[in-house]
């Protein structure tokens, strides 16, 4: 195979790592970035009707195929009626239940299974709050790579089901997402299989970056002023960051571009994210006892808590959360005005944002982007 | 707004129509097909990513903004794995689930509620056997217009939820899509919704050739030897033979160019068009007693059964069926050794391959498009 045209160093002390077999920082435990070669402005893009048309900024071999399902290139749609009940100008949302398995997760698996499988790994092991172990199963079941899932036994029973269609092995546990993380971390030391928990391993972000190239693109290569992101690990939000940061720097996107300022929804039920952001802390404390309806939230201890908090500090960032019934009131919201299958993270998102537009810490004359993480339709049991 | 550049005609007799409010033909009953000025080939496509990339081939004014979700440019994937699994040289999979709501039924009703919304009808009311109301009700819900659904209380659950997540009427009938009809076209009488059952309204099809549009440039612009469509109405088989035909006419594709040979693929518990085109008989007897999980083939009696027995008697068609059982087996196998999430009307369309092959129907060297019309998280209750 051909020389990568990527490498790999810590996001937070520049410290250098193999690209293959990677997985956090061994100086200061911190997430990997790839850096690449640069890609001129206006290189061709792929012809590609998937997130890999993106691929001179992606970490695929020269004549490589990815393992790929048709993840990504989902539709951005305008809904003024939306923009209307919240309150802002123009608002979009960006609607990742049209991917594999019904959510965003499949980009970060498509990116993770394809460098996997080019490092021949034994076997692939995951902790899930729910949408990322449906993906995994679904991009090992391609790829013919075995899969292990360890997922809270309260995870939507669709999601559960889809793991197991796919034929991966699936371990229903009590408790929630880090006591999965922490099984799965001891069954891969004494199995050979490669953990690939969010930001622990450095190319799920790599495909969550498409969403930002899909983003800029499809708004005629500009930024919008606010991004919503309904959050649990923070990978979706760190992507699209890295993405914007590319392409600026690249030349694809002026100079003078500045960042979308990132709102990071959260539940009310388990907001580690949330909390620290208000209380100015570099990292986040764990979040004792998580409960959200919204499984994808569900999530109380990131690992890539620095960085996000990094990411919205010098981006002008916020923060806000959502009650329960406020996710089904603005889940329900989104479909019935816009047509869109929402998932509960989408309507934490909306209702997040409503608040953050009637606070006055967004303002009404903004372009907003909404991102709805997942399809409704996993999580009706 | 402008003159349409397309007028309707009837499918079997020719009989013209009017272009808005337009059902069957006022003179023999039979479905109604859009016919367009030539579309010049190497005609820029539209840049956008979904079906209406291929505007110039559909019903739509000039500068009318169609009510889209993103439906279609689903990817085609091929599976050697799967291909060596039923004896055909190359395989090919078309993910329909990646459609808004889940299944292919979003690209009809994507061109009907487009042509609806222009008519300015009051509502839309549908009868399903499953998939198509929830399309329905979205697009509904997008374009603010009322929808009623009638479908059989025993469609999948995830189903019905949907229609009523986007705030449809849904009514649960005891009985078959048949039933429901009868229901639908009453309700039409007396309220002056617009019923858009299969073929009944003339748009739904012209979406359904966007399918073939796809497969057609996703394939470098050339047909597959065979396409295997997984039939109820018969609205996706007939909508692809329909976009060949217009893509040869106008000089897109070869003049010599071959319809690929379509086959259909039905359930042991209904099977008309199989029964009908093994008798060689114009038409197709309604099936009595219609029984089967896969609920998008539980169509007794649909309306298009001479045009879709024509198309295959026209291009060396084929057809076959599958028990419960073997549906139940094709569908893992498609899921387990591809990642694609099907549902069970791909698992018959599969079953249905094999047992062709087997036969030597389908001969070994062929090239094979399979639809997979649907989600199969939309079947788990």
Redesign the interface.
Known sequence: MSAPTWSLQCSACGTSASVENASVCQACHQPLFATYDPVAAGTPLGSR??MWRYAPFLPLLEGEIPV???EG???L?ESP?LAAAVGVRRLWIK?E??????SFKARGMSAAVTRARAARVPGLVVPTAGNAGAAL????????VPVRVYAPATTP??IL??IE???AELIRIDGHIGDAGKLALAFAAESGYVPISTLREPYRVEGMKTMGFELVE?LGWRVPDVVVYPTGGGEGTVGIWKAINELVSSGWLPGETRQPRYLVAQAEGCAPIARAFAAGTEKADPWVDPVTHAAGLRVPSPLGDRLLLRVMRETDGLAGTASEDAIREWT?TL???????AAPEGGCGLSVLRDAVASGAVQGDAEVVLFNTG????Y?V
Do not use: C, E, F, H
């Open positions: 009707w998937d790929s399902l048709g290139l989902t539709p749609i009626t609607d239940a049209q991917n594999p398995t019904g199963a679904a991009y090992g079941a391609a790829a013919g029973r669709p089901d889809t269609v796919m034929g499809q329900r479909a019935v005005k816009t047509g869109i299958d399809s409704g339709a996993s009706r």
